[in-house]
């Protein structure tokens, strides 16, 4: 079956490539590049192979198949590979590779369908696997539900401590983790030998490389940081073993989870400023959480940024630009969102617009008084003022 799947072009000439073992830069043997100049230049320099002829912006490759010149083309079929996502792969591989860990990133039409093929790929085999998992973002709970559906055999269970995994478990850590921003220690669960798998959507590179503290995979809402401007639904599964990465391309090769051109497209054009704007919403997120700490309406803050593990884990110990409040009343939680003017009353996080929702509306697992905070890229005293109004009309 393996040999059926032809080789993506990001194979090899990802391979072509010598990355870092520094970590946040990227080695070549002329170069030393930090995540900002990565992100501009990982899918050109030095890659004629993916150019296009003398355009400084990427082009927009649209067709679904590829002609064969003496029994030859780099591409054969859009389902397999085609130049705008091997490009857009290239930046994802280079970028999360700063990490210190050589890997590469395969792009998923959604969030979800990245978390249902890592999971269909993790969790096979005799003996059955147990899949360890407790709470985080209720979508992965339901792509779990239709796998078991199906009659898939893994075992699911409440994750436990550290303590409690055997080499052999499937750990699923969403960290940080939606809404709460709690932070795993990936390392200590890895040390068990499980495979450990992070959700890090909250957080992409630079803020954390999940395979240099023992991550056998790293799953991404591209939707979410990565494309970052609240008009792309796309996902990225990321590993450096060469057995998982072969399954997770003839799993998607099967499937044909894929994004469209456009939304590659656009996911590669916001990377570019990636380092840029998850340094602002990081940054804005970390300043708003301490204020709304000493407001008297508010009960609780949910965010990790500071704490001694983000400080060990996470770049600077910022967390993302997500976070949680709790106020003091029901009522006031759902009445929130729409008291404020900046932050949308909406789903979804990493944008460069604020969002602000009352999380219960989808998730029952969640306190009803708890807000959901999306911080975007307005400037952060700008946003403070408006949380200031918003607090005192309710
Ligand atoms: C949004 C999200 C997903 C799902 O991504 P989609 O692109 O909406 O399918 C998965 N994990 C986390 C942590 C998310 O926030």
């Not at 407790?134 to 401590?161: D, N, R």
Request: some cysteine; hydrophobic content about 40%; glycine content about 8%.
């Amino acid at each position: 079956m393996a040999s059926f799947v032809p080789k993506a072009a990001s194979t090899f000439v990802y391979r072509a490539r010598r990355i870092s073992v520094r970590r946040g830069t990227t080695r070549t043997p002329d170069k030393c590049w930090r995540t900002a100049t990565v992100a501009v230049h990982a899918d050109n320099a030095g890659l004629p192979e993916l150019s296009h002829d003398w355009d400084v912006a990427p082009p927009i490759g649209v067709t679904s198949t590829f002609e064969r010149r003496n029994g030859q083309a780099p591409h054969t079929y859009s389902r397999t590979s085609c130049p705008t996502r091997s490009r857009c792969e290239q930046v994802l591989s280079s970028l999360e590779a700063q990490g210190g860990v050589p890997c590469r990133a395969l792009l998923f039409s959604s969030g979800l369908s990245a978390v249902h093929g890592a999971l269909s790929v993790l969790c096979r085999g005799e003996p059955a696997k147990r899949l360890l998992i407790s709470g985080g973002y209720h979508g992965t709970h339901a792509v779990i539900a239709e796998l078991k559906a199906t009659g898939a055999t893994f075992e699911v269970a409440p994750l436990p401590g550290p303590e409690g995994v055997i080499a052999g478990d499937v750990v699923w850590l969403e960290t940080p983790k939606n809404p709460t921003s709690e932070l795993y220690d990936v390392a200590e669960y890895a040390a068990r030998g499980a495979d450990v798998i992070v959700d890090a959507t909250l957080a992409p590179p630079p803020l954390q490389y999940p395979l240099a503290v023992g991550a056998r995979v790293v799953v991404h809402a591209a939707t979410k940081a990565l494309a970052g401007h609240s008009d792309v639904v796309a996902g990225v599964v990321v590993a450096a073993d060469e057995g998982i990465l072969g399954d997770l391309e003839r799993y998607r090769h099967a499937v044909g989870c894929v994004p469209g051109s456009f939304e590659t497209w656009l996911l590669l054009r916001s990377l570019r400023t990636l380092d840029l704007r998850l340094h602002r919403q990081a940054t804005s997120a970390a300043e708003l959480a301490r204020w709304l700490r000493s407001h008297d309406k508010v009960v609780a803050v949910h965010s990790s940024a500071g704490s001694e593990l983000a400080r060990r884990q996470m770049k600077d110990g910022l967390v993302g630009g997500t976070f949680a409040i709790e106020l003091q009343t029901e009522e006031m939680a759902t009445k929130l969102p729409a008291a404020l003017t900046l932050f949308k009353d909406a789903t979804s996080l990493g944008g460069c617009e604020s969002l602000a929702e009352w999380r219960r509306r989808y998730d029952d697992q969640i306190s009803p008084r708890l807000v959901r905070i999306s911080v975007g890229l307005e400037h952060p005293e700008d946003l403070r003022c408006d949380f200031e109004r918003a607090l005192d009309t309710l």
